[in-house]
């Protein structure tokens, strides 16, 4: 990805010099590329950072954690106040507000910098999420947002907020991402066994529903994998794919947040742990060779309505997951003073990123009619998604629970719905629980203060 940052760099007319530990790195990069552009490469770091023009911006994109670390250790070294250094990986956003602090002591610039977009987006323009201070941006801005993707000519590329939350708000973009592909997962898995359709027949009901709400990048490309057959065997290409999925922890780092901030992002949980159940061998295998299969089998008597009624229900669950994030990155930017403009967000989000959609318009749109807008969920648009989906995401999470077929984001998501609209939940009895075994307190419906009840004498209340 840093290779292909830098062709995008030089081809909007930037002078960029290139340094890698493994100089066949930079070799390859000039000779694949040194004609698209005006590269310097370089042997050293301080060759490097010698061949920068001051204020110098140095943009690293190397594995997170201790290799990060060891980089910029390694330029802040050689560079002098004013200097910029941007971190473009997908580092954990507490490793940034600790490097942006001992950074900041010595007069330099570190800007945490979210990239979306994979190798094709950083060549072509990516999503660009960067913190640190409204100064460095000043420099920064310009170039990022000249490189970024465009959409309508407005760049996909704005600053999110100082020191971690460029970094925090990628980590929830991937959070959304685990969500989104879920659902899709999900989505796919319960037309195949509604149908007992073809991968490919498949794909041209992602195909079809791409021209609609649903319009996205994740759903192009879900329908181009299923429409794929693999080379060897002749089977649909996802049929000769390992069913456990992997992760790099970005989503693990949404949840763990999530966990910290008291922010229920379900959907992303539930994704985050759907990957971790896939790659569970041992008790998969157990489960198998024990537990009853005993389900209904899928009986789809109309399948023109099955499949709408799994468009609604993908549609309604992937706005609770949209909202959930959006919830996340609001209560972080409380916590943290980072002041995040939450529509801006998914205005970044709508070019060049992997979550890019058709959608994301709506959000911005909700953001600007209410910046203080409580919950996504309840802004006109994702109202009237969700009434026009429940009687389908209804229906379909209950068939699947009869006939078997695992739903957890589709079932989560819509669980949160009826929690977060619900009059009363049974939370008060949890209060009651707690009360009763270790003199937590409760706070009462009809009276201000907490109170204790003395369950093991003679059950007074008293205020505490
Ligand atoms: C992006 C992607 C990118 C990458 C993730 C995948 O926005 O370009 O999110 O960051 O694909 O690291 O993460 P997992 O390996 O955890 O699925």
């Known amino acids: 990805m840093g290779r292909n940052l830098a062709r995008n760099l030089a081809r909007h007319g930037y002078t960029v010099a290139v340094h890698n530990r493994s100089p066949q790195r930079v070799e390859s990069l000039i000779e694949d590329h040194g004609s698209e ?13 010698d061949s920068l023009e001051r204020p110098r911006t140095a ?10 670390d060891a980089v910029i250790e390694g330029l802040a070294e050689l560079m002098e106040p004013g200097d910029i250094i941007v971190d473009a990986g997908n580092a954990h956003f507490p490793d940034t507000i600790r490097r942006e602090a001992a950074l900041r002591d010595q007069g330099i610039h570190f800007v945490g910098t979210g990239v979306s977009g994979g190798e094709e987006g950083a060549l072509n323009g990516p999503s660009i999420m960067p913190g640190g201070t409204q100064e460095s ?49 999900e989505a796919y898995d319960l037309l195949r066994h509604g149908l007992h359709a073809s991968p490919a027949e498949i794909a041209d ?7 609609g709400e649903l319009e996205s990048y994740l759903i192009e490309i879900t329908a181009e994998v299923l429409r794929h057959f693999d080379a060897e065997t002749g089977k649909g290409f996802v049929d000769i794919v390992l069913d456990q999925a992997e992760q790099k922890g970005t989503g693990r780092w949404t949840v763990q947040s999530a966990l910290d901030l008291g922010v229920p992002v379900t959907g992303i949980a539930e994704a985050t742990f ?22 209904q089998q899928w009986d789809v008597t109309r399948p023109e309505e099955f499949i709408e009624d799994v468009r609604r229900a993908l549609l309604s669950s992937k706005v609770v997951a949209y909202s959930q994030g959006f919830d996340q990155i609001a209560a972080a930017s409380a ?53 026009d989906g429940l009687g389908s995401w209804r229906k379909i999470v209950a068939q699947a629970a009869l006939c078997g077929v695992p739903t957890p984001a589709f079932s989560s998501s819509l669980a949160y ?48």
Request: net charge negative; charged share 20%; hydrophobic share 40%.
């Open 37 to 49: 552009g005006d590269f310097i490469p370089t042997t050293s770091l301080e060759g490097f950072v």
């Open 59 to 68: 943009i690293i994109m190397v594995q997170a954690g201790a290799a990060t």
């Open 137 to 185: 941006y000043q420099t920064l801005g310009p170039m990022l947002e000249a490189i970024s993707a465009k959409v309508d000519g407005v760049p996909c590329c704005t600053h999110v907020g100082p020191d971690g939350a460029g970094h925090f708000v990628k980590m929830v973009h991937n959070g959304i991402e685990y969500a989104d592909m879920q659902l899709i997962a």
């Open 205 to 211: 009901i992602f195909a079809q529903w791409n021209q």
């Open 274 to 295: 759907a990957r971790a159940l896939s790659g569970s061998l041992p008790q998969r295998e157990a489960a198998r060779a024990t537990l009853p299969a005993e389900a």
């Open 335 to 387: 916590e943290y003073g980072w002041n995040v403009d939450l529509g801006a967000m998914a205005r970044i989000w709508r070019g060049g990123c992997i979550i890019r959609a058709r959608f994301l318009d709506r959000i911005t749109e909700a953001y600007e009619a209410n910046p203080d807008l409580a919950l996504l969920l309840s802004a006109p648009y994702f109202t009237s998604v969700v009434s």
């Open 417 to 464: 719905y009826d929690g977060i609209r619900s009059e009363a939940l049974p939370a008060n009895l949890i209060q009651a629980q707690r009360d009763f075994f270790g003199a937590h307190t409760y706070r009462r419906t009809d009276k201000p203060g907490s109170f204790h009840t003395d369950w093991s004498g003679d059950r007074s209340e008293s205020p505490v």
